[in-house]
């Protein structure tokens, strides 16, 4: 019997399904495409992807895409965590999001990109061009269905952001948060179902949940004394009382 070898697709190659590239990434075995835009896609259609697709590497503080720019790729999390925020006209930050692996950012600014999109840790992305992507609509039907609903995904999380900006407390924010964080990453981080992942800083947090740095660092100390959580040396976090998160996240 004779061996065959996997041909592996080459962005912008004159015969794609021709080309043989051994260092170019399949497609089928990206770690995040279970998580992804392209985990609605059969094999033989990663190759109508791979067409669009470019890896791009950020380091933390490295910018990615800025307010205002002309929006010309969709970015997807392939790995690490991806800062989305605004500046108001006095200067001060609001940011909007945090972002890992799987999720898609870039894709719901017609006049330039709404808001900055910044490294907190090394990332890897997958760049897309918007008007190629939209154009693989028709014949990857499934593809757009994705993205309806990952836009009704992202309407549902603004929605969410107001409640929480507008009418929680300090403790209920930061509960909130930890939990929204704690959901995200439990998905795609090798840990325990109660650990959180935080790679952001004490600021960050503070800006997405509209507090001063002193009152998220009291509330930290507050919930950790407790015994709601536990706070490690590292990026983690421990929950010891989930029910007791969770009510008080609720406002109970």
């Given amino acids: 019997m004779v061996a065959v ?4 697709c080459v962005p912008g190659s004159a ?8 260092n170019a990434p399949l497609c089928e075995n990206c770690n995040s495409r279970h998580v992804s835009l392209c985990g609605v896609l059969k094999d033989i259609e990663l190759c109508e992807m791979s067409e669009l697709v470019k890896n ?6 490295q910018i990615i895409c800025s307010e205002g720019d002309n929006p010309e790729y969709l970015y997807s999390v392939k790995d690490g965590c991806v800062r989305l925020s605004k500046m108001l006209s006095d200067g001060r930050r609001q940011i909007i999001g945090f972002l890992f692996m799987g999720e898609l950012f870039g894709f719901a600014c017609e006049n330039g990109y709404s808001c900055t999109a910044e ?12 008007r190629a992507l939209f154009e693989k609509f028709e014949k990857l039907p499934d593809l757009g269905h994705k993205m309806l609903e990952i836009t009704q995904t992202d309407m549902d999380n603004a929605c ?22 704690n959901k995200k990453t439990s998905k795609i981080k090798d840990l325990s179902e109660d650990k959180i992942y935080l790679p952001m800083s004490r600021s960050d947090i503070a800006d997405y949940l509209g507090l001063t740095i002193e009152t998220v660092s009291r509330q930290f100390t507050i919930l950790s004394k407790d015994c709601v959580i536990s706070l490690c040396e590292n990026t983690d976090v421990t929950i010891l009382d989930r029910d007791r998160l969770n009510l008080i996240a609720s406002g109970e």
């Fill in 5 to 8: 070898e996997k041909v592996r």
């Fill in 15 to 22: 015969n794609d399904d021709a080309s043989l590239d051994l």
């Fill in 56 to 61: 791009v590497t950020k380091h933390p503080k």
């Fill in 119 to 130: 490294a907190i840790t090394n990332v890897d992305l997958c760049r897309m061009s918007r």
């Fill in 160 to 181: 969410g952001q107001m409640l929480l900006l507008g009418r929680k407390k300090a403790k209920e924010k930061l509960c909130s948060f930890l939990i929204d964080i």
